[in-house]
C-alpha cells in the first residue's frame, strides 16, 4: 500500500483527487492507496444522493461563503474543514473476500480503524451502516461513505479530531433518514471530537495499513491525465463557490 499525504489547495481538487486515484487503479496504473487530506478552508459537500435544499442552510452558506459540492460516493452530507481528518483508502477487492460485500466491507475497514485508534488509547465501536463512536452516550466522530469499481473499493472517511462543531449545527440541517442509535438527537449532542493530535492518527493508521511506499508522484503523463480530469469533472461536483 502506498502513502499519499497530500492536500490541495481548493475542496473541488481534494474531492475529485479520491476518484482520479479510484479510476487510476481501475486502469492498472495505480496499487492500493493510503491517502491523509484536511482541507484548510471550511465547505460543504453532499453525497452523490444528498438533497442541497433538504440538507444545507443554503441562505447562510451564501452569506457566509462557503462552497457546496457534491462528491460521487455515498453517504450524507458533512461540513468539512480545519480539525477534520480525511482518510481514503483504494482497496483491492482481492485483499479480503469481505470487500466483496458492501456490508461486510465496513466492518472490515472500520474494524482496521478502530484498531488504529485503540493504539492511541480510544475505545470505539461501529454503528451501522458507516460510523464510528465513542462513549457510552455513543457520539459520533467518524462517517464514512464508498464508490465501489470493479476491482477496487474507494473508502472515504472523516475523524473529528479538533473540529469547530459549531459549524455542523450552524450549516447543516437535520437529515431526513438517521440512524436508529442518535435517537433524535441534535448535531451538537449527537456528534463529537476525539482526543487525538493529527499525527498520531497517520502513525497508527499507516502501523495498521502497512505502507510499503511513501508519496507516490504522479509521472507526467499521469500529470496530464490528472490536470484534464480536474477541468472535465469540476463543473460536476461544484454546486457553489
Known amino acids: 500500500m502506498v502513502l499519499i499525504d ?3 489547495p481548493t475542496p473541488q481538487e481534494n474531492i475529485l483527487f479520491d476518484e482520479f486515484l479510484l479510476l487510476r487503479a481501475e486502469k492498472a496504473q ?8 484536511e482541507s484548510p478552508q471550511h465547505f460543504i459537500v453532499l453525497g452523490r444522493t444528498g438533497n442541497l435544499q433538504e440538507d444545507v442552510d ?19 452530507t458533512v461540513i468539512q474543514g480545519k480539525g477534520c481528518m480525511n482518510f481514503t483508502l ?3 477487492k482481492d ?12 466492518l472490515y475497514i472500520l474494524g482496521k480503524v478502530s484498531e488504529a485508534l485503540s493504539l492511541l488509547g ?8 458507516s460510523d464510528l463512536v465513542i462513549g457510552n452516550d455513543e457520539k459520533k466522530f467518524s462517517g464514512n461513505a464508498q464508490h465501489r469499481g470493479r476491482q477496487y473499493v474507494l473508502h472515504h472517511g472523516t475523524i473529528l479530531y479538533n473540529f469547530d462543531l459549531q459549524m455542523i449545527a450552524g450549516f447543516l440541517k437535520m437529515p431526513r433518514a438517521v440512524p436508529e442509535y442518535r435517537g433524535g438527537r441534535s448535531h451538537l449532542d449527537f456528534v463529537t471530537n476525539i482526543s487525538v493530535s493529527y499525527p498520531g492518527i497517520k502513525n497508527s493508521f499507516k502501523k495498521i495499513f502497512g505502507i510499503h511506499k511513501k ?5 507526467k503523463e499521469e500529470m496530464v491525465q490528472w490536470d484534464e480530469f480536474l477541468k472535465r469533472k469540476t463543473s460536476d461536483v461544484v454546486i457553489a463557490l
Open 6 to 8: 497530500r492536500t490541495f
Open 30 to 37: 495505480g496499487s492500493e492507496v493510503l491517502r491523509f487530506w
Open 58 to 76: 443554503i441562505q447562510r452558506a451564501q452569506e457566509e461563503k462557503i462552497p457546496i459540492l457534491r462528491r460521487f460516493s455515498g453517504g450524507g
Open 90 to 92: 483504494i482497496l483491492s
Open 95 to 106: 485483499r479480503d473476500p469481505a470487500l466483496k460485500d458492501i456490508t461486510k466491507s465496513y
Open 122 to 129: 480510544i475505545p470505539t465501536r461501529f454503528k451501522p451502516t
Open 215 to 219: 508519496e507516490i508522484r504522479l509521472t
